[in-house]
C-alpha cells in the first residue's frame, strides 16, 4: 500500500519554541513576583486596556445588553446542548465500592476540583463558543469556583457575547485580561481570585506556553497547537463540500494544517481546483490565514484502500477527523485516533465548533493519539481509598510484609508486621521474603 502526496506541506505547525518560551517565562516570573500591579502594567502594555479588571455585575448587565436577541437564542441554545452532553459524561463516572477480600474494602471518588480557570480567546476572533465550552463543562463538573478570562479591546472591554456566555454558563468572576497576564492572574489568584487548580481553553502560542510552563503546579487540559483537520473522503463525496470543510479549518490561522486523504484521485483533483476560489471569496482576514494555511501546510494525499486511508488518518492523528465515505460504521469502529469525529455529510467541525454539544477544546498536534478533548472528567479527579476488618486485613498484611522485604523495603514490611502482632496476638506468621 502506497500514499501518494497531490500536495504536500512545506512547513509544519511550530512557532519558534525558544523565543516564546523565554518570553513567557519572563512574563510569568514577573508577574508571581509583583502582583496586581504588575499584571496590570501587562495589561495595559499588551490590553491597552484601563477598565475594571473585574467585572462587576453592572458591566456584565451592560454588556449583556449589547447582545442581540438572537444570538442570545444561539448561545442559549449551545450551551442548552453542551450542558446535556457534559451532564451525560459525568453520568459516566460514579463513585465504586468492592470488597477485594471478606473483609477489605476499596472504593474510588470523583471529586471535582475546587476552582477552574478557562481561557477564551477574543483577538482575531471572539471565541463566544469557547465561554460555552470551558464554563459548561466545569460548572457541570460541580466546580466551586469558575473563572472566565478573556482579553479587552482598547475602549470597549471584553466582547459582550463572551460576558454574556460566560455568565449564563455560570462564571463567578469574569476577568477582563488577555495573553499570558490573564492565566497568570487565575494561576496565581490576583485581584482576590482564588487560586486556579486547572487552566482550560484555547489560546494563541503564549497562552499555550505559560499552561506549558504552569504545568504541575496546576492542571491543564492539553498542550495545544495550531488547530488542525483532517478529511476522509471517497469517490461518493462531494467536492464542493469536501473543499469547503478544509477551507472552513484552514480560516483558524496562517499556521493551521488541513489535510485531504482520498482513494480517488479525480476527488482530489477536483478539490485541490476549487479552494483556491472558495479561499478568495472569504472576507479578507479569513482569506489570508486561509490561503498561508493552504500553501504551506496543507496536504492532500493519495490511498490505495480505504484501509490505507484509515491507517494515514491514525498515522496524523487529527484534532478534528471528517468522514464523507460510505459505510460510515465501518470507519467508526476503524479509526482509533482523533480527537473529535464527524460522521457523514451531515455533520461538519463548524457544529461541533459552536453547537452540536461535544467539546471543541481538543487535542493538537498529533496529541490525540494518547488523549481526548476537554470534558467534564478533566475537571474531577478520580481518588480511591480503603477500609478493612481486622480479619480481613490479614492476608493482605502477610502478602505485604514478603513482598515488601523482597523489594528491600523493612520500614513498609513493619507497618504490616506491628498490625498482625496487634490484631493476631500468639499467632505465627511466617513474613520473611523467602519463606
Given amino acids: 500500500m502506497t500514499r501518494e502526496y497531490l500536495k504536500k506541506a512545506t512547513l509544519t505547525a511550530k512557532s519558534d519554541a525558544s523565543e516564546v518560551h523565554e518570553t513567557v517565562k519572563t512574563i510569568l516570573a514577573d508577574i508571581e513576583a509583583g502582583g496586581d500591579d504588575t499584571a496590570m502594567e501587562y495589561a495595559r502594555k499588551f490590553d491597552k486596556y484601563e477598565g475594571n479588571v473585574l467585572l462587576t455585575a453592572e458591566?456584565?448587565?451592560?454588556?449583556?445588553?449589547?447582545?442581540?436577541?438572537?444570538?442570545?437564542?444561539?448561545?442559549?441554545?449551545a450551551h442548552s446542548n453542551v450542558k446535556r452532553f457534559a451532564e451525560a459524561q459525568k453520568a459516566t463516572v460514579s463513585d465504586v465500592e468492592v470488597e477485594i477480600v471478606p473483609g477489605m474494602i476499596a472504593g474510588q471518588k470523583?471529586?471535582?476540583?475546587?476552582?477552574?480557570?478557562?481561557?477564551?480567546?477574543?483577538?482575531?476572533?471572539?471565541?463566544?463558543?469557547?465561554?460555552?465550552?470551558?464554563?459548561?463543562t466545569a460548572k457541570v463538573a460541580g466546580c466551586r469556583h469558575i473563572a472566565a478570562c478573556s482579553p479587552p479591546r482598547p475602549g470597549v472591554g471584553v466582547a459582550p457575547a463572551i460576558v454574556y456566555a460566560a455568565h449564563i454558563c455560570g462564571a463567578d468572576k469574569i476577568i477582563a485580561m488577555g495573553g499570558v497576564q490573564g492565566v497568570a492572574a487565575m494561576t496565581f489568584g490576583l485581584f482576590g481570585l482564588p487560586k486556579a487548580n486547572i487552566l482550560v481553553g484555547p489560546g494563541n502560542q503564549f497562552v499555550a506556553e505559560a499552561k506549558r510552563i504552569?504545568?504541575?503546579?496546576?492542571?491543564?487540559?492539553?498542550?495545544?497547537?495550531p488547530t488542525d483537520s483532517l478529511v476522509?473522503?471517497?469517490?461518493?463525496?462531494?467536492?464542493?463540500?469536501?473543499?469547503?470543510?478544509?477551507?472552513?479549518?484552514?480560516?483558524?490561522?496562517y499556521n493551521s494544517p488541513v489535510w485531504l486523504v482520498t482513494d480517488d484521485r479525480a476527488l482530489a483533483e477536483k478539490v485541490m481546483e476549487m479552494v483556491p476560489d472558495l479561499i478568495a471569496d472569504l472576507p479578507e482576514v479569513n482569506s489570508q490565514n486561509a490561503a498561508a494555511a493552504w500553501r504551506d501546510y496543507a496536504e492532500v494525499i493519495v490511498c490505495s484502500d480505504r484501509e490505507e486511508m484509515a491507517a494515514c488518518s491514525d498515522d496524523y492523528a487529527p484534532e478534528h477527523l471528517t468522514v464523507q465515505a460510505e459505510d460510515l460504521d465501518w470507519w467508526l469502529n476503524r479509526l482509533t485516533c482523533y480527537g473529535s469525529l464527524f460522521l457523514g455529510e451531515e455533520t461538519t467541525v463548524s457544529y461541533g465548533d459552536k453547537a452540536t454539544g461535544t467539546?471543541?477544546?481538543?487535542?493538537?498536534?498529533?496529541?490525540?493519539?494518547?488523549?481526548?478533548?476537554?470534558?467534564?472528567h478533566k475537571y474531577m479527579k478520580i481518588v480511591t481509598?480503603?477500609?478493612?476488618t481486622r480479619e480481613g486485613s490479614k492476608a493482605v498484611a502477610e502478602a505485604t510484609a514478603r513482598i515488601s522485604r523482597l523489594e528491600g523495603m523493612e520500614g513498609h514490611a513493619r507497618a504490616a508486621d506491628v498490625r498482625l502482632a496487634k490484631y493476631f496476638p500468639g499467632v505465627n506468621f511466617d513474613l520473611t521474603a523467602d519463606g
Fill in 59 to 77: 458591566d456584565i448587565a451592560a454588556a449583556s445588553a449589547l447582545v442581540p436577541e438572537k444570538l442570545k437564542r444561539d448561545i442559549e441554545f
Fill in 110 to 136: 470523583a471529586i471535582p476540583v475546587d476552582a477552574a480557570g478557562c481561557y477564551v480567546p477574543g483577538g482575531r476572533y471572539s471565541h463566544i463558543a469557547s465561554a460555552i465550552m470551558t464554563v459548561t
Fill in 214 to 225: 504552569l504545568f504541575g503546579r496546576v492542571g491543564i487540559d492539553m498542550i495545544a497547537g
Fill in 232 to 253: 476522509l473522503a471517497d469517490k461518493n463525496a462531494d467536492p464542493l463540500i469536501v473543499a469547503t470543510d478544509l477551507v472552513s479549518q484552514a480560516e483558524h490561522g
Fill in 359 to 376: 467539546n471543541h477544546v481538543l487535542p493538537t498536534s498529533g496529541a490525540a493519539s494518547y488523549t481526548g478533548g476537554l470534558s467534564v
Fill in 385 to 388: 481509598w480503603q477500609r478493612a
